[in-house]
């Protein structure tokens, strides 16, 4: 490798993944996750397990990482973390272990907001969105639709109020006791199940915001009621309720969508984040292609859920602008995209 390549190590500990990744040239060479089984005991994720998992996890995940890509520590060219948004704990191991290794190798850091990085996972593969682009960034911790004009330029455009998407496909799996994360298992449970079977109310937000909070009640009341008359409701409509829920989710997430990409005419569409591994939502993204004119981008599945890969991509960017950042940064576990 010649001397002129900018090489990257790239740390992400914001939820339950710890992972590193090595940017050469704005390529990504590995990516190494280590995910954290140990809060499927729990139903969600509990951040103080987190983040003694990520102490054990992160020595070998970045040793994984280096080997793997045949590089030396004192060929880096710098050390790039997730800042946020994420779990405190979580994120300071992170961002702790980032600042000594640049302390140590004398190189300098970048700092990574996770959010942009979900988005920035689009450049990773070909072919890329071109600017602007309306990015739907759905995961168990953000639903937000992101207008893009430039790799490191975005506005949030609208957003959850409560709850995120991917937070009320995993409490709507808990209730049909499928264990947590249950979003994947409702996917496949929904690809049986007839999506116009129920229906549950929704609360309406203005503009171009997102609640689920609401329909989450009402699926909660919905299968009380049910119960009652019947024990073996939910054990005998599982794939129905599924599929049900999977449709009224996806419905509220295309609704501003559509809205979004008229309002600012722009028929770029792309997603990110754990949600967009949803078999019911790439589906109605691929007939907008057709219904729209859309041109619609998701990114590879190893890049939709965490994974320092993104964070790498994110951080080549920021190398190229020479957006570094100083010893005295800390983690911010409400870190804002714009
Ligand atoms: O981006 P991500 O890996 O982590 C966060 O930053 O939150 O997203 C995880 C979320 C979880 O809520 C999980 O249930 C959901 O993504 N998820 C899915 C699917 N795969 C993962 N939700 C619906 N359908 C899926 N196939
Ligand atoms: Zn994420």
Redesign the pocket.
């Known amino acids: 490798m010649s001397n002129s390549e900018i090489k990257i190590l790239a740390i992400e500990s ?2 339950d993944e710890t992972s590193a990744a090595i940017a050469v040239n704005g390529k990504i060479l590995n990516n190494i996750i280590a995910t954290q089984s140990v809060h499927e005991n729990y139903g969600g994720v509990v951040p103080e397990l987190a983040s003694r998992a990520h102490l054990l996890n992160i020595v070998p995940v970045v040793n994984q990482a280096l080997t793997k890509a045949s590089i030396q520590r004192n060929e880096l060219n710098a050390i790039a973390f997730t800042r946020g948004p994420g779990l405190l704990g979580a994120l300071l191991v992170g961002t702790s272990f980032a600042k000594a290794m640049a302390l140590a190798l004398g190189l300098p850091l970048i700092e990574v907001n996770h959010m942009q990085a ?1 988005i920035l996972a689009h450049f990773i593969d070909n072919p890329h969105p071109k600017f602007p682009f309306l990015c739907l960034t759905v ?4 639903t937000q639709i992101v207008r893009v004009k430039d790799h490191l330029e975005m506005e949030v455009v609208g957003q959850t109020q409560d709850d995120a998407v ?2 009320a ?2 409490k709507v799996a808990k209730m049909l006791n499928l264990g947590y ?4 298992k ?2 496949r449970l929904a690809e049986n199940g007839d999506p116009n079977r129920f229906s549950f109310a929704k609360t309406e937000m203005p503009d171009l915001d997102y609640s689920f909070s609401g329909i989450k009640t009402s699926v909660l009341y919905f299968l009380k009621d049910q119960l009652k008359k019947d024990p073996n409701f939910i054990q005998v409509n599982q794939t129905d309720l599924a599929a049900s829920i999977q449709a009224a989710l996806v419905n509220m997430l295309m609704e501003k969508l559509v809205k979004a990409a008229k309002k600012f005419n722009i028929k770029t569409i792309a997603i990110a ?3 967009s ?3 019911g939502l790439r589906k109605k993204l691929k007939e907008m292609e057709k219904s729209h004119g859309w041109e619609i981008h998701i990114p590879e599945f190893q890049y ?3 994974n320092a890969g993104m964070i790498a991509m994110a951080a080549h960017y920021k190398y190229l602008k020479k957006q570094f950042v100083g010893q005295q940064v800390s983690a911010l576990p409400r870190m804002k995209i714009d």
């Open positions: 914001s939820c979900h995961s168990g911790g953000h991917g937070e496909f995993d994360p249950g979003g994947a409702i996917d984040g754990g949600v591994a949803n078999s939709c859920t965490d």
